[in-house]
């Protein structure tokens, strides 16, 4: 057990100053030293110990990445921040395979890269849910698996950490502000609309939670209408004309990306109506929504990271030489209102 233990910290440490190297652009040096499950004293994570490492000795870490599809300027915005990132530069390949929203092909994607070479698999899960078998796969094959984006409902020995969005937070400031804006501007009732995201995925699960405990907190809001537009432009639009031919009476819309609100937009502007009449509550942050916010369009939009990349490839790098990185690592995010959407769009994602 000892001389296994210095085995992985030397190990670690030669594959940190081979990718170190690497950045430099120097040859880096393989790794082939480092047995299939760490098994130090330390452990990856908690509860987990397969280390990200360079099995097959080309010098580089193959992260396979299991992506969710291309829904939104958001997706679109993670999907480059990978691609950007998972270079030979910074000692990565990458395999990339996108699920196109689908939940079971992306199960099979996942498999896919177990076979095709990847050394480790960031896994953004469409939805949170019949995960076990393919990650007790992963872990047989000695392949560590990271969540990001959205998390999942697995037991946290399946899993090496999560790096992503807290999403019941994002709601719950989402909420938080609309709280005050009522107070602040004496809006008697909250008539909402609400537009989730792909059912099932945490993404939906946690910004929905924070509107449903809300409304079943506070007696005078209410749900007017609650439907899926699958984070998507298109599907956001569908769903507000729906509401719109029945006539609904609401005055706030909550919609779980900036995508399904660009959408609700177009449909409420093709219909005559003043969208500065209506309370918007947005997510996500892409530089078109937020500029938006600036035009008074938008009201409020709880914040999301897309550009996971370069962070998720740190926590690569560190579990790799050896260190102890966090189960789960949410990302800082806030809100961005008329009070600091001039400041945010200059450092906003996306177009
Ligand atoms: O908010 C939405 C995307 O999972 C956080 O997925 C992500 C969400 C994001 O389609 O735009």
């Not at 996971?308 to 209102?337: F, M, N, R, W």
Request: proline share 3%.
């Amino acid at each position: 057990m000892k001389i296994k233990n210095v085995a992985i910290a030397v190990s670690g440490i030669a594959l940190a100053l081979s990718l170190a190297a690497c950045g430099g652009g120097s040859t880096p040096t393989a790794d082939t030293t480092t047995p299939a499950d760490g098994g130090g004293e330390a452990p990856a994570a908690e509860g987990y110990n397969l280390v990200p490492k360079d099995i097959d000795g080309d010098g580089y870490i193959t992260l396979g990445f299991a992506q969710v599809g291309a829904e939104s300027g958001w997706r679109t915005a993670n999907t480059q921040s990978y691609k950007d990132y998972f270079v030979e530069a910074n000692g990565f390949k990458l395999i990339f395979a996108d699920a196109n929203q689908d939940a079971d092909k992306q199960k099979q994607d996942v498999r896919d890269l177990i076979t095709q070479g990847a050394e480790v698999i960031d896994l953004a899960p469409v939805t949170d849910s019949g995960w076990e078998p393919i990650l007790e796969e992963a872990k047989a094959a000695g392949i560590p698996l990271i969540v990001s984006d959205r998390q999942l409902s697995v037991s946290e020995d399946l899993y090496l950490t999560y790096f992503g969005g807290d999403m019941e937070a994002e709601g719950n400031r989402a909420v938080e502000w609309l709280t005050k804006y009522m107070a602040d501007n004496s809006v008697a009732e909250a008539k909402i609309v609400h537009l989730q995201g792909t059912i099932g995925s945490t993404a939906q699960k946690g910004r929905s939670k924070a509107l449903d405990d809300a409304v079943a907190a506070n007696a005078n809001w209410s749900l007017v209408a609650q439907q899926t537009g699958e984070f998507t432009q298109a599907k956001g639009q569908e769903v507000m004309e729906s509401i719109l031919q029945q006539n609904a009476d609401f005055n706030v819309i909550y919609s779980e990306n900036d995508d399904m609100t660009y959408g609700a937009i177009d449909a409420l502007t093709a219909a005559g109506k003043k969208v500065e009449d209506y309370i918007i509550i947005s997510f996500d942050g892409n530089k078109s929504a937020v500029q938006m916010v600036i035009d008074g369009k938008i009201d409020v939009i709880a914040e999301c990271d897309p550009l996971l990349g370069p962070q998720v490839g740190d926590l690569i790098k560190k579990a790799a030489a050896g260190e102890t990185i966090a189960k789960i690592t949410y990302s800082v995010e806030g809100v961005i209102d008329s009070s600091n959407a001039a400041e945010k769009i200059t450092v906003a994602f996306g177009s």
